[in-house]
């Protein structure tokens, strides 16, 4: 199974900590968006698509090469590391799901962790959750890899 991690990772690495412990599992290129052609992820059986959460949402270059990209009939996931819990109504990567699923894209999970967080507010504390992604977390995000690599060469 090809798989393309397109991954947005800009104040401490942790989601392209996570990134990468999946593309271990799924032997997956880990690239950002302005690394790959927009047209590349058509060559892929599945895409990952994952970024940091900011004010509750995915990074805008992550949303933006989304939306730039053509109509597709792939196999998809997404991800997202964040400082603060998701609200169970309202998940991180709800409107990644909702515009991928527009692109054609049919979306076999999600996966979200807590991560190292300075936004203003915790800047002033140092930070939240400083140890995360932790070993845990990264086992979780492997796991995770490997249920959609069971589940997709199970359907193919």
Same mark, same amino acid.
């Given at each position: ?5 397109v991954?947005?990772?800009v104040?401490?690495?942790?989601t392209r900590?996570?990134? =990468?412990? &999946?593309a271990?599992? *799924?032997?997956?290129? @880990?690239? %950002? ?6 047209? /590349?992820? #058509? ?12 004010? =509750?949402? &995915?990074?805008?270059? *992550?949303?933006?090469f @989304?939306? %730039?990209?053509?109509?597709?009939s792939?196999? /998809?996931? #997404? ?7 998701q ?12 515009l ?22 915790f ?13 845990d977390?990264?086992?979780?995000a ?7 690599k ?7």
């Open positions: 199974m090809k798989t393309l991690l991954c947005t990772s104040s401490h690495g942790n900590r996570v990134a =990468q412990a &999946m271990d599992v *799924l032997d997956a290129r @880990v690239v %950002a968006p302005q690394e790959v052609e927009v047209a /590349a992820p #058509a060559g892929y059986d599945l895409v990952g698509f994952g970024s940091g959460v900011f004010s =509750q949402r &995915m990074h805008p270059d *992550l949303l933006g @989304v939306r %730039a990209l053509p109509a597709s792939g196999l /998809a996931f #997404a991800f997202a590391t964040s400082g603060l819990p609200l169970p109504l309202a998940p991180f990567t709800r409107p990644l799901v909702r991928l699923q527009t692109k054609g894209f049919a979306v076999e999970d999600t996966f979200t962790c807590r991560a190292f967080d300075t936004w203003t507010p800047k002033l504390i140092g930070g939240i959750n400083k140890q995360r992604p932790n070993e977390d990264l086992t979780a492997r796991a995770f890899a490997q249920a959609l069971n589940h997709s060469t199970t359907t193919a």
